[in-house]
Antibody, heavy 120, light 111 residues
Framework: QVQLVQSGTEVKKPGASVKVSCKAS????????IHWVRQAPGQRLEWMGW????????KYSQRFQGRVTITRDTSASTAYMDLSSLRSEDTAVYYC?????????????WGQGTLVTVSS | QSVLTQPPSVSGAPGQRVTISCTGS?????????VHWYQQLPGTAPKLLIS???NRPSGVPDRFSASKSGTSASLAISGLQAEDEADFYC???????????FGGGTKLTVL
């Protein structure tokens, strides 16, 4: 069965960076894409960016452009989301979700989420 | 402020039918992009519930149905059950933003 397993809880200081991983299993990693979505406490889902696992091209939300970098390691079937210059407003649960090259493909499987807390 | 607008909350008694709207624009839903709906139970990750062409992942009952017209979409839930209580989000793609977008979410309360 398709599974996305994310790395564990992180606590970071303002100005630091965080890297969250998302290991995929149960399907051919290169045939799909991975999205990153975050949810601040009590807030809505917010799309951050996307990587095509096959060719490695990325697209980022304008809101995070310049601060977020999404990469993948196809040999490990793992995607990574790196967010820099952290501030308190970045405290949120970060999710990875499977997508595809098509803009119409849904976010059909989700990771369990990774809580990132930014606090001095 | 979300690109897709949903009501903050809806409620209904067990057995009733409720609908949740998702209003977009000509750069997303109106441009022909598919709309998908997600259910998020308290303290859990979202899960795909249904897509506008009524494609449901296995295990999702047909009490859930989706539709789209013009720049809006709707999720209907019939035969409400207590376990349906959750947050629901619509999602589409916006060509002007060149980004995938979510609605603000709707909290369903089963009275």
């Amino acid at each position: 069965q398709v599974q996305l397993v994310q790395s564990g809880t992180e606590v970071k200081k303002p100005g630091a960076s965080v890297k969250v991983s998302c290991k995929a299993s149960g399907y051919t990693f290169n045939n799909y894409a991975i999205h990153w979505v975050r949810q601040a406490p009590g807030q809505r889902l917010e799309w951050m960016g996307w990587i095509n696992a096959d060719v490695g091209n990325t697209k980022y939300s304008q809101r995070f452009q310049g601060r977020v970098t999404i990469t993948r390691d196809t040999s490990a079937s793992t995607a990574y989301m790196d967010l820099s210059s952290l501030r308190s407003e970045d405290t949120a649960v970060y999710y990875c979700a499977r997508g595809a090259a098509s803009t119409n493909w849904p976010f059909d499987y989700w990771g369990q989420g990774t809580l990132v807390t930014v606090s001095s | 402020q979300s690109v897709l607008t949903q009501p903050p909350s809806v409620s209904g008694a067990p057995g009733q039918r409720v609908t949740i709207s998702c209003t977009g624009s000509r750069s997303n839903i109106g441009a022909g992009y598919d709309v998908h709906w997600y259910q998020q139970l308290p303290g859990t990750a979202p899960k795909l519930l249904i897509s506008v062409n009524n494609n449901r992942p296995s295990g999702v009952p047909d009490r859930f149905s989706a539709s789209k017209s013009g720049t809006s979409a709707s999720l209907a839930i019939s035969g409400l059950q207590a376990e349906d209580e959750a947050d629901f989000y619509c999602q589409s793609y916006d060509i002007s933003l060149s980004a995938w977008v979510f609605g603000g979410g709707t909290k369903l309360t089963v009275l």
